[in-house]
């Protein structure tokens, strides 16, 4: 999902997801519980995606509201050292320089497998980079086999 808050998009399927906790928020004067998910951006920005539970439909489905949020590295670091999130990539561990933000894995591969990766991408509108990406976060946060 994308956003554009000032002026700047935050794109939750380009980003990497680092934590999520579960809090409350005031929303139009009533407290509402909300389910928080803190990224990073490839270029190193921070931004909170806020999932708003507003109430129920006539169905008893809970119905939601998302805000984007930009945040600080001081508050993505704040974020996820207060021990009340869920980490999954803690990016302030471990850091070899001040100013990395990324990495490069070179992976070499067969031709057809080449072609399935870069056709699977395009179905999700992704690059191959992308989608690449998720599938080694996927594995190992154990979603799949490694």
Known sequence: MKRLVDGVTY??????????????????????????LLYQTRGGAFFIAEYITIGEDHDGEDVHKIRFLKC??????????????EVHLNPFEDKDSEKETTGTVYVRMPVALKRQIEAAA???????????????????????KS
Not at 17 to 32: H, T
Not at 72 to 85: F, V, Y
Not at 122 to 141: I, P
């Open 11 to 36: 794109n939750t399927d380009t980003a990497t997801l680092l934590a999520e906790s579960e809090y409350q928020v005031d929303w139009n004067n009533r407290e509402c519980p909300t389910l928080g």
């Open 122 to 144: 395009e179905a999700e509108s992704l690059s191959a980079s992308s989608w690449a990406m998720r599938c080694f976060e996927k594995c190992l946060s154990g979603g799949g």
């Open 72 to 85: 600080s590295e001081d508050g993505a670091r704040l974020w996820i050292n207060t021990g009340k999130a």
